[in-house]
């Protein structure tokens, strides 16, 4: 019914950018905050980033200034342009939605995540 769809993973040099997405499909009525999360190796996954609908934005302290989130609402997507990145920042890249949507012929409210995208910053 809901589907959260990341992208734009990958293997990048130290110092490198790349540019996620990730995409909600299905009976959407409305899509509050959207989040990335990310999980290192043997670690916890851990916020990153996260933008309500009204575009208010908050990062983890270690990502400021260099990490950019946003969204497009009317494209259900929400982006983060990670920039300057550092090998500690491998790990795999959680989408992370609260959603209002149909089912059943009724609005229902569910926090969906995404499958993941891979990061690999090499140094």
């Known amino acids: 019914q809901v589907q959260l769809v990341e992208s734009g993973g990958g293997l990048v040099q130290a110092g490198g950018s790349l540019r996620l997405s990730c995409a909600a499909s299905?009976?959407?009525?409305?899509?509050?905050?959207m989040g990335w999360y990310r999980q290192a190796p043997g670690k916890q996954r851990e916020l990153v980033a996260d933008?309500?609908?009204?575009?208010?934005?908050t990062y983890t302290d270690s990502v400021k200034g260099r990490f950019t989130i946003s969204r497009d609402n009317a494209k259900n997507t929400v982006y983060l342009q990670t920039n300057s990145l550092k090998p500690e920042e491998t790990g795999v890249y959680y989408c992370?939605?609260?959603?209002?949507?149909?089912?059943?012929?009724?609005?229902?409210?569910?926090?969906?995540w995404g499958q993941g995208t891979q990061v690999i910053v090499s140094s």
């Open positions: 992370n939605a609260a959603i209002r949507y149909y089912s059943g012929g009724l609005g229902r409210t569910g926090d969906y």
């Open positions: 933008i309500t609908s009204g575009h208010i934005t």
């Open positions: 299905g009976s959407l009525i409305r899509i509050n905050t």
